[in-house]
């Protein structure tokens, strides 16, 4: 999964530019996105001839303030974030984005109509951030060539404010596969969870009150199954958003207490046991339905 800059996201007139209004919004979102793709751990897709353009002709390169300021504070992120797309094809083929046109130069968008067909012959999975310059009703949009057999065909997802990442991104994407980094990958897979399947509902135990033990870890990393694992990371999302009574009457959880270890379920026999140290949720174990409980 990679993500693409759109030119409006990244350009934007001299007219544009010049009105503060507008040139604190415009800052504010591609600050954001980087931010949050920084976060996230996604790859921002480039290719040489669209970065020489994003360093060289952006109007607030000009500004003595912001080119100080977005060296220090962005340069490193977006290039270690990087990934270049210099393999053939070198045209832009039947690439059409009409409905996302945006007045640049032409050295500007036909980078970026290659650097897209380069991404579709790759057959990436992307999202396309567009700018706050741009309008459009479209949620996505599908890109297609026929310059080679295979006849290329891809959709992609766009990305408009920075906010709507954390409700398109696959969270199953984010999870930890291995013991490196697990706590933070594994608590923003939770995030981004309890967002889009339990949005409206308040976060009762923030994810700085939880803790996983190794086993804990290793019993996940051990599921082969990803359904499996995705039910893990919903039944606690969801238990994040309740309180012991609603857990115990939640017919997908049945939350119960045996001596001082609570546990839920899963499915129908899997099951998490966990305790509480003061404030805190510690997650013991994982017991899949193949596995009986250890004696509490």
Known sequence: MVSIFHPSSLFCSNNEWNDQEFQDLFMHALLKHIETINKLGIKVAWSWEFFNCFWNEVPWFKDVYYKNYLLESIYDVLYNASYFYESPPENRCQCDTSHLDYELSDQINESWFVLLHRILHNDREAFIVIGINLATDKNSISIECNCTPENFNKEYHLIKDPSQWHLKINYMDICPTKLDNWDYKFKLALFIC?????????????????????????DFIDVNQEKEKERILIKIAKLLTLNHFEAANDTSIREEKIKEVYRIRISQAARIHYYEDSDKKIFLRYYPSSKHDSPL
């Open 194 to 218: 309890k967002s889009q399947r339990f949005g409206s509902k308040e976060i009762k135990h923030p994810l700085n009150k939880i803790e996983f033990d190794s086993k804990f870890k290793k």
